[in-house]
């Protein structure tokens, strides 16, 4: 088991908490993790592009000029992609780049990636996260307080209004909940701010 700091909004500590070894301390799994992420960001592809080819614009198929003695480059239809509002070459279609990952590689991929945060120091345990009137200056001075200057993601238990208000601001603040956290948000957030409250609902979600 290993003793995590616990800090309140101000940077100051406020006790220690204990969290499981089979989910903050596991080794770093790059192959995995890459498999994992690669799946996660094509799944967010809509693959709804498309364009007309030369068989489906509108118009007629019909040769525009004689082949020889005009002078001009020969041509064989109007539709051809080379004539203003011709078809497309290789004309994008919609398609389906969506990737399957088992759930018990992800769930792997995920404890490699929050232990490599936990192990570099770049997770962080908050006692709560409340807001008065969620304002930007709220969220800014805590991020201040915490030495984060980079870009931060602050993790809850469940939906803060107020913090994701707060946050709405600042292009390099962000918050989620602790059931939506996945590895992507993890590897790209400089810090990870996580609330006890998300922290222990991690450990019961990914504890083995």
Not at 11 to 39: C, M, P, R, W
Not at 85 to 105: I, L, T
Request: with cysteine.
């Amino acid at each position: 088991m290993a003793n995590l700091k616990v800090l309140n909004m101000l940077g100051q500590e406020t006790g220690k908490l204990s969290v499981s070894d089979s989910v903050f301390k596991q080794e770093y799994n790059e192959a995995l993790i890459h498999q994992v992420v690669v799946a996660y960001l094509a799944n967010q592809r809509q693959g709804t592009k498309s364009a007309l080819t030369r068989s489906e614009v509108r118009g007629h198929a019909k040769k525009p000029w004689r082949q020889k003695g005009t002078g001009r480059a020969r041509h064989g239809s109007t539709k051809a992609p080379q004539w203003r509002g011709g078809g497309v070459a290789f004309a994008p279609k919609p398609r389906d780049f969506s990737k399957k990952v088992n759930k018990e590689a992800k769930h792997v991929a995920f404890r490699s990636a929050i232990s490599t945060k936990l192990a570099e120091k770049e997770l962080i345990v908050l006692d709560s996260l409340t807001l008065k009137e969620g304002k930007t200056k709220e969220i800014a001075a805590v991020c201040e307080a915490l030495s984060s200057s980079r870009t931060t993601l602050f993790v809850t238990k469940g939906n803060n209004e107020l913090v994701m208000r707060a946050v709405a601001n600042l292009p390099l603040v962000d918050v989620t909940t602790a059931s939506q956290l996945n590895v992507y948000d993890i590897l790209v957030a400089d810090k990870l701010v996580v609330t006890v409250d998300a922290l222990k609902a991690i450990e019961e979600a990914y504890a083995e």
